[in-house]
């Protein structure tokens, strides 16, 4: 499974980004698709997730609200669209596969296998 991430860039606080995360290879129907971001000096976090099977979400506080996440289930892809962005939504975004998922595990960062290279998300005050 390769993961490919897209749509960083720098935005002013309030504006909004739309990152996607195209899957080559098999999602398993058990399986979740995740959103993390990991700032300077700050280790790596859960930002959102989706069950593949039932669209099944998760978001971490900090972004509930202003962060959603979604899959074309046809195209392999999840968005991730993000709105009112503030400076400390500022990291690099990552995308990752978990071939076996519930609501249990969906948010947590070692169950899922396959990473991509992420990209920069730029939030200026």
């Known amino acids: 499974v390769t993961v490919v991430e897209s749509g960083g860039g720098l935005v002013q606080a309030g504006g909004s980004l739309r990152l996607s995360c195209e899957v080559f290879g098999r999602i398993f129907r058990s399986g979740a698709v995740g959103w993390f971001r990991q700032a300077p000096g700050k280790e790596r976090e859960t930002v959102a997730a989706i069950m593949w099977s039932d669209s099944t979400t998760y978001y971490t506080d900090s972004v509930q609200g202003r962060f959603s996440i979604s899959r074309d289930k046809a195209k392999n892809t999840v968005a991730l669209q993000m709105n009112s962005l503030k400076p400390e939504d500022t990291a690099v975004y990552y995308c990752?596969?978990?071939?076996?998922?519930?609501?249990?595990?969906?948010?947590?960062?070692?169950?899922?296998?396959?990473w991509g290279q992420g990209t920069q998300v730029t939030v200026s005050a």
């Open positions: 990752a596969v978990d071939d076996w998922s519930n609501a249990d595990r969906i948010s947590g960062i070692r169950w899922y296998d396959d």
